[in-house]
C-alpha cells in the first residue's frame, strides 16, 4: 500500500539559510500534519491543514510556513534557520479531518543546521 | 487536553505477552485512546484506537476499563522487532484530529 513520502530525507544547512520540506500524503487523503521531534524528545505538533486550509496550529515558530496545495501535497518552509532547528520532521496523513481519523506518517526529514 | 501517564520504561521476553498500561483519568466522553509506537526515529506507526469497547487487531489488543480512566495495550506475542517506544495519546476533542505525544514507554523485547 502507498505510504507518506517525504522529500528530502535529510538536509544539512547552515544558520540562517531556509529549507524547504515536502510531504505527499497517501492517495486519496485530504489533511496533513507536521510534527516536530528534537533530539531525545518526544513529537510534537507543528501546523495542520484539511481540504488545503489551515487547520490547526501548534508551537510553530513564526520563521516556519506551512501550506498545502491542490494536489494536497504539502510543505513546511523554515526560514533565518536556526541551531535548534535541527530536529526530525515528520508529516501524517488522514482521510477526512476529523479526530476519529487514523493518522498514518512518513519516515521523517532529518534536518541538521551548522 | 487529557493528560496520560506510561511507565518510562518495561522490560519483556520474547514470545511472553506484552502489557502495556496507561492511565488517562481525565479523559472525556468523547475522547479517544489512541496507541502508536516509533521504532528507533522512524515514522510514529499506528497500532490501535478505542472509545470505550475493547478492541482487536493483527497488531494488537486495547483493553479499555469501565471507566475509561485507563487501558492496556496488549502485544499478544512479542518478538525483538516489537521493541520501541510506545505512546498512549488521548485525542482531544473537536475535529482538527493533532496528536499529543506523551513521554511514552520505551519497551524493550529481550530474547
Known amino acids: 500500500a502507498a505510504g507518506v513520502i517525504q522529500s528530502p530525507r535529510h538536509l544539512i544547512k547552515e544558520k540562517r539559510e531556509t529549507a524547504t520540506l515536502k510531504c505527499y500524503p497517501i492517495?486519496?487523503?485530504?489533511?496533513v500534519y507536521w510534527y516536530q521531534q528534537g533530539p531525545g524528545q518526544d513529537p510534537q505538533f507543528l501546523i495542520s491543514?484539511?481540504?488545503?486550509?489551515?487547520?490547526d496550529k501548534g508551537s510553530i515558530p513564526d520563521r516556519f510556513s506551512a501550506q498545502q496545495f491542490s494536489d494536497y501535497h504539502s510543505e513546511l518552509n523554515m526560514s533565518s534557520l536556526e541551531l535548534g532547528d535541527s530536529a526530525l520532521y515528520f508529516c501524517?496523513?488522514?482521510?477526512?479531518?476529523?479526530?476519529?481519523?487514523?493518522?498514518?506518517f512518513g519516515p521523517g526529514t532529518r534536518l541538521t543546521v551548522l | 487536553d487529557a493528560k496520560t501517564t506510561q511507565p518510562p520504561s518495561m522490560d519483556c521476553a520474547e514470545g511472553r505477552a506484552a502489557n502495556l498500561p496507561c492511565n488517562h483519568s481525565?479523559?472525556?466522553?468523547?475522547?479517544?485512546v489512541y496507541w502508536y509506537r516509533q521504532i528507533h526515529s522512524q515514522g510514529p506507526q499506528y497500532i490501535i484506537h478505542?472509545?470505550?469497547n475493547n478492541e482487536t487487531n493483527e497488531m494488537a489488543s486495547l483493553i479499555i476499563t469501565e471507566d475509561r480512566k485507563s487501558s492496556t495495550l496488549i502485544l499478544p506475542h512479542a518478538t525483538l522487532r516489537d521493541t520501541a517506544v510506545y505512546y498512549c495519546?488521548?485525542?482531544?476533542?473537536?475535529?482538527?484530529?493533532?496528536?499529543?505525544f506523551g513521554q511514552g514507554t520505551t519497551l524493550q523485547v529481550k530474547p
Open positions: 501524517a496523513s488522514s482521510s477526512g479531518g476529523r479526530v476519529t481519523d487514523t493518522q498514518y
Open positions: 492517495p486519496r487523503h485530504d489533511t
Open positions: 491543514f484539511y481540504e488545503k486550509m489551515q487547520s
Open positions: 481525565t479523559i472525556s466522553g468523547n475522547e479517544y
Open positions: 478505542g472509545l470505550k
Open positions: 495519546i488521548v485525542r482531544p476533542g473537536g475535529n482538527t484530529g493533532k496528536l499529543i
